[in-house]
Structures are given as C-alpha cells and as structure tokens.
C-alpha cells in the first residue's frame, strides 16, 4: 500500500522512481592509455598501468593495448570534475590537463590519457596549450575574487604543471608564449580570446570569447532554418499521402523551428532574414490546408473545429 501511495504522489510530481538498481549502479570510466614520446602521431600504448580516481579511490589497470576500466561509486554523474593518477613514477598526464577529467556522459565514450615522461622535451602543442588556458579559466572563475586585490595571479596553474612534468615554469610559459603570439595573427575570436587571457588582458578575452559565441550562435541558428526547410518537405510528403494528421503536427514543428531561428538572430541585433514572413505565410496556408483535409477526414464536433481552424488561418 505505501508503495503505491509513493508511486501515486511521484506521478502527480511529474517524477518516477529510481529503481533500486539504478539507484546503486555506479558508471564506468573507461579509458586508454599511451604515451607521445615519440610525437603525437606515434603512440605508445602503455600496459600495466594503474589508474586511480583519488576522489572515490576507484581504480583499474591498463591492458597490453593500454585500455583500463574503473568502476565509479553510484551518485557520480556525468560532466562531474575528477582527478586522475597513474603509478608511473617516470611520466607525468599530459591530458586531460593537470590531470582533470569530466566524467563522460556513456560507457562508450573512450577517455584518451596522454602521458610523457617527466622532465622531457615533449613540446606541449596547440592542443594542449588551449586546454591549459581554458582550464584555467573556467577553474579560476570557480574560486572567489577580492574585488579590491586587482588581477588575479594564474602562475599556480603553470608552477603545478612545472610540479607534475618536472619542467622549468619559465620554459612552459616559453611556448605558451609562443602559442600566444601566433594564435593573434589568426581570425579565429575564440584562439584570440585565449591568447588575450593567457596575457592577462581580461576583457579583451571576454570581447573576443563573446564574439566566438556569436559566431556559434549564428552557426546553431541556420540549423534551425534548415532544419524548417527539412520539416517543410516532412510535412508536404504526408500532405500527399493524405496524413493530414501527421502533415499538420510537422508543419507546427516547422514553424517552432522557425521562431527559434528568428529568436536567435533577434538575440544577436539581427534582422529577421527576408524571406522569414513568407516562409511563416507557406507553413500557415499548408496547415489550413491540412485542417480542411482533417475536417474532411474526421467526424462530429472535430470536424466543425478544423474547419473553423483552418478558415480563421485564412481569413484571420
């Protein structure tokens, strides 16, 4: 009887319960690991490595192709911040930056561990370089700031990965200086936003940051439209197979699709694109159409309400 109650008062809530072994089921990280002594297209795959995640003190070791298993505690969910830590006293992690990994959403997904012995030459690359920074900057923000104490001092980051590479910080600031200086002769506002933060320069970090996500925006917004395009067609095949049911709720998601695009450009001080009254004036008429074939399809007080529908979407 309590159980049904539980069942009746989560279903109100909108909720389901957990079964109890999902409730206990942890995720598993799985992941591989190789070292890139030799370069980052020439791989060496590491066995017999033990893998630790300190926070829950889970581990897994390596096979002869490098692949390990660690079976997380139940609660940790996925995007969750860990720690990794290897037994190899010789090598240090490369990636995922100074050791920090955000859980993977599925077991499917492979975590990729780049190692490199410590103390050596490897040079640390574009890749990792922009990592580095990003990691800073979304660890840096999650810290608390004297409004009074002026620019915040980022060396700890480098001085922790001279600390577990064994590598003088003046050198790595070297060819993260170097990354800089090339990274700002190329247009790309999110490696421009990088390079201003890695100098200090905040705000102008912040002005090219917010122009890259601009850029995506608009880049996510045209998939909406294409994406309306494609919803269009959708619900013009089911208009000629006479699915005036299923013509009309395409047509719908073609229009929400529409306004989406619209928002997303209104968001960004961008004009309705030229074609946007006549594309939503199509989709209305197609959605008359398809309610006059639903009242002609249907019958009773239906029947009457499509009709009336589709004629207030013509005359209205």
């Known amino acids: ?12 809530l909108g909720l389901t319960p957990v079964p109890a072994a999902a409730q206990t089921a942890g995720l598993e990280l799985r992941g591989v690991v190789f070292s890139v002594e030799d370069g980052q297209a020439d791989r060496k795959y590491l066995p017999n490595v033990l893998v630790t995640v300190i926070e829950f003190g889970a581990s897994g070791r390596t096979n002869d192709q490098g692949g390990f298993r660690v079976r997380l505690p139940a609660g940790v969910l996925p995007g969750q911040d860990v720690t990794l830590q290897e037994d190899q006293k010789d090598y240090y992690i490369l990636l995922p930056v100074l050791s920090k990994l955000r859980v993977p959403a599925t077991p499917a997904q492979v975590v990729e561990v780049s ?17 580095f920074i990003a990691h800073t900057a979304d660890d840096s923000a999650k810290k608390p700031k004297d409004p009074k104490g002026g620019a915040p001092d980022l060396s700890s980051y480098v001085n922790e990965l001279a600390r577990q590479s064994g590598r003088p910080a003046e050198e790595i600031l070297g060819e993260i200086g170097r990354w800089a200086a090339e990274a700002k002769e190329s247009d790309d506002p999110r490696k421009l936003g990088l390079a201003a933060f890695a100098e200090k320069k905040f705000r102008l970090a912040a002005e090219n940051f917010g122009r890259a996500a601009d850029a995506e925006k608009r880049r996510g917004a045209e998939g909406f439209r294409k994406s309306a395009a494609d919803r269009t067609l959708e619900g013009d095949s089911y208009s000629n197979a006479l699915d005036f049911a299923k013509a009309l709720r395409t047509y719908q998601a073609a229009l929400d699709d529409l306004k989406v695009y619209r928002k ?5 001080g961008l004009p309705a694109y030229p074609e946007y009254a006549s594309d939503v004036r199509d989709l209305t008429l197609k959605s008359a159409n398809a309610k006059i074939g639903l009242g002609e399809q249907v019958a009773g007080p239906d029947s009457r309400r499509y009709l009336e529908e589709a004629s207030g979407s013509i005359w209205g």
């Open 264 to 268: 997303g450009r209104d968001d960004l």
């Open 115 to 131: 190692m490199a012995p410590k103390g050596s030459k490897v040079l640390l690359g574009a890749n990792f370089i922009e990592q």
């Open 1 to 12: 009887m309590r159980r049904t109650l539980l069942w009746l008062a989560l279903s109100l």
